[in-house]
């Protein structure tokens, strides 16, 4: 069993930065791929970011490429979103989810979630 927790959401100015945690509980952290995803209100669950079991392997959305950065410390049992060059439209509800291994970006993919952090980008 892992449970996720995450934090670092908040209010922030467009072109700002925020960097977001989730933390793990639960033995075999590295051996899990994390994933980042967001809910905007009224949209479907969507895929942000994902990082493999050994921090060897990213995967990263088109719309946050280049400005968005998935990394993990498997000592602090933690992944990290890093977050610049925030639009209006990142706003929404992020997520990190965990599965074995690899990365997949279909949310079905992922066995376990977090309860989420609100990103809100004024413009």
């Known amino acids: 069993q892992v449970q996720l927790v995450e934090s670092g959401g908040g209010l922030v100015q467009a072109g700002g930065s925020l960097r977001l945690s989730c933390t793990a509980s639960g033995r075999f952290f590295d051996s899990y791929a994390m994933g980042w995803f967001r809910q905007a209100p009224g949209k479907e669950r969507e895929f942000v970011a994902a990082?493999?079991?050994?921090?060897?392997?990213?995967d990263a959305a088109d719309s946050v490429k280049g400005r968005f950065t998935i990394s993990r410390d498997n000592a602090k049992n933690t992944v990290y979103l890093q977050m610049t060059s925030l639009k209006a439209e990142d706003t929404a509800v992020y997520y990190c989810?965990?599965?074995?291994?690899?990365?997949?970006?279909?949310?079905?993919?992922?066995?376990?979630w977090g309860q989420g952090t609100q990103v809100t980008v004024s413009s």
């Open positions: 989810a965990a599965r074995l291994y690899y990365i997949r970006r279909g949310a079905p993919e992922y066995e376990y």
């Open positions: 990082i493999n079991w050994n921090g060897g392997s990213t």
